[in-house]
């Protein structure tokens, strides 16, 4: 049996066979993956993983046999969401990777003072950032979408109950530690800023909207590194109390 999982966002499925006509993932199958008919590989979609083997390669469709399948549960009591301000492209396409990487459920990224991208034709970046994102739960075996939403200005920001956290080096904010999140019975926010930080007047649009100030156990980082380091801290504890 193959280890290997590949996350499929669509499949058409007819009796115990799935035909995937997507050029891109045939591609990504055939030449970077390099399977070959009656190879075994697993099949991840919308929470189900589907034992397969490959009955038929074409440049137009992939057929794979159903072995089995079987739902993937999980034990997962908080969605982990994070309000990322935009920085440069590069870096912002190696933020989705790593962030879906470590579980992430959702980002929303927005438009602040100091932020250095402003994001024009956002369907084909979506689409590129989809493909990212497809990848990385390739890479991490997971098999549920994160949900990417489009930019939106500060003030156009709307949310849910939940435990909001905004990551800010001034010295009178504590010092944030993992057992913060102990009792977390909601949705984690998690608001990381631009190079250069939140503004004063940003700062305060969160602390109005129910976010508390902590300051990262760690020297100033950047702001892909800043978002890593948070969200690896959090989603460490959580894991730790979900198994307890």
Same mark, same amino acid.
């Given at each position: 049996m193959s280890n290997k999982i590949i996350y499929l966002p669509e499949i058409n499925i007819k009796e115990d066979t799935i035909v995937l006509t997507s050029a891109y993932f045939i591609?990504? $199958?055939k030449n970077?993956?390099?399977?070959? $008919?009656? /190879? /075994?590989?697993n099949i991840s979609n919308n929470g189900v993983i589907y034992q397969t083997t490959i009955m038929k390669i074409t440049k137009k469709l992939i057929e794979f046999k159903i072995l089995s399948k079987e739902k993937v549960e999980t034990n997962k009591k908080n969605k982990i969401i994070l309000i990322q301000s *935009?920085?440069?492209w590069p870096r912002l396409e190696w933020l989705v990777e790593k962030t879906v990487e470590l579980g992430i459920d959702e980002i929303t990224f927005i438009q602040t003072q100091r932020s250095k991208l402003k994001i024009n034709n956002w369907e084909s970046k979506k689409e590129r950032l989809n493909k990212i994102m497809y990848k990385a =739960?390739?890479?991490?075996?997971?098999?549920? *979408?994160?949900? $990417?939403n489009q930019p939106t200005k500060l003030n156009k920001l709307?949310?849910? /109950?939940?435990?909001k !956290? $905004?990551?800010?080096?001034k010295n009178e904010n504590l010092t944030f530690t993992p057992q913060i999140i102990n009792n977390a019975k909601q949705d984690i926010?998690?608001?990381i800023g631009p190079e250069g930080g939140f503004s004063e007047e940003e700062k305060n649009f969160f602390y109005d909207i129910g976010f508390k100030g902590y300051k990262m156990p760690l020297p100033i980082l950047r702001a892909e590194t800043a978002s890593i380091a948070a =969200?690896? *801290? !959090? !989603?460490?504890?959580l894991n730790e109390v979900n198994n307890d």
């Open positions: 591609n990504y $199958i970077v993956l390099r399977f070959n $008919i009656n /190879e /075994e590989i *935009l920085f440069s =739960l390739t890479q991490s075996h997971q098999s549920r *979408l994160v949900k $990417i709307k949310l849910n /109950e939940g435990l !956290i $905004i990551f800010d080096t926010f998690v608001a =969200l690896v *801290l !959090i !989603i460490s504890k």
